[in-house]
């Protein structure tokens, strides 16, 4: 798990055609999606931040290593007799190091674009490490894949804000600490250990250009030396 992460990371040093760097940050809200919560439920929201690294390799594709951190929880919510019976709750600190790729609808940001905005979408591989308790039995360490959408504007071709609605996909059901412990009358007193965990970062994020990147020129043979 960790050396196909390792190997994403790569990437962003395998490509010589980069035009741009950036660094940026982000605040906003984290959920949750288990046992617990079925589905999204935006009363379980907690705050969260994110700092990232974004090298652009063309106008539309860029890749993105980040670091988001927040707290995830979620309560029971009585909806049928085993729900009362566990009446369960959890806090659970997450961190979250990502390597994703952004794939831009618009050029957005060449000096000649008709625009200075842009949708997108991403998607990449993460690892995150949490705290509940169940983590002694899974391990501090599980991978997750990002999947979102998102969308920016440009401020004086240097200043990039936007933002961003991501999904966490892991596949694990420890998250919030319930998955099919303590058993005694139906499997599905305690949850169900194969229907994974979710959770999810929505924020607003600001970014800026700190250096360009030249674009290595393309080999042309010296023809003087060749006509001789």
Same mark, same amino acid.
């Given at each position: 798990m960790k050396s196909s992460f390792y190997s994403l990371l790569v990437l962003v040093g395998l490509n010589t055609s980069a035009q741009f760097m950036e660094f940026g940050g982000g605040l906003g809200?984290?959920?949750?999606?288990?046992?617990?919560?079925?589905?999204y439920d935006f009363s379980t929201s907690t705050t969260g931040g994110?700092?990232?690294?974004?090298?652009?390799?063309?106008?539309i594709f860029t890749i993105r290593l980040g670091l988001t951190? $927040?707290?995830? @929880?979620?309560?029971?919510?009585?909806?049928?007799?085993?729900?009362? #019976?566990?009446? =369960?709750?959890?806090?659970?600190?997450?961190?979250? %190091?990502?390597?994703?790729?952004e794939y831009h609808f618009l050029d957005f940001k060449t000096s000649d674009s008709p625009v200075n905005y842009s949708p997108y979408i991403m998607g990449g591989v $993460?690892?995150?490490?949490?705290?509940?308790?169940?983590?002694?039995?899974? $391990?501090?360490? #599980? %991978?997750?894949?990002?999947? $979102?959408?998102?969308?920016?504007? %440009?401020? =004086?071709? @240097?200043?990039?804000?936007g933002i961003?609605?991501?999904?966490?996909?892991?596949?694990f059901d420890y998250l919030d600490g319930i998955s099919d412990k303590d058993q005694t009358i139906k499997d599905y007193q305690y949850g169900n250990p194969k229907d994974d965990d979710w959770y999810f970062f929505t924020g607003l994020t600001f970014s800026i250009t700190l250096f360009n990147v030249p674009c290595p020129f393309p080999y042309r043979p010296n023809q003087s030396i060749l006509a001789r």
């Open positions: 809200y984290m959920n949750y999606s288990g046992d617990l919560v079925r589905g994110t700092v990232f690294y974004r090298m652009n390799f063309s106008e951190v $927040g707290t995830i @929880k979620g309560a029971e919510t009585p909806i049928d007799a085993f729900a009362v #019976q566990r009446n =369960q709750s959890f806090n659970s600190n997450v961190i979250e %190091l990502s390597s994703v790729f $993460g690892v995150i490490s949490y705290d509940t308790p169940a983590n002694e039995n899974t $391990g501090r360490y #599980q %991978l997750v894949l990002p999947v $979102g959408v998102g969308f920016k504007y %440009l401020i =004086q071709k @240097k200043y990039t804000i961003e609605a991501g999904a966490r996909k892991t596949f």
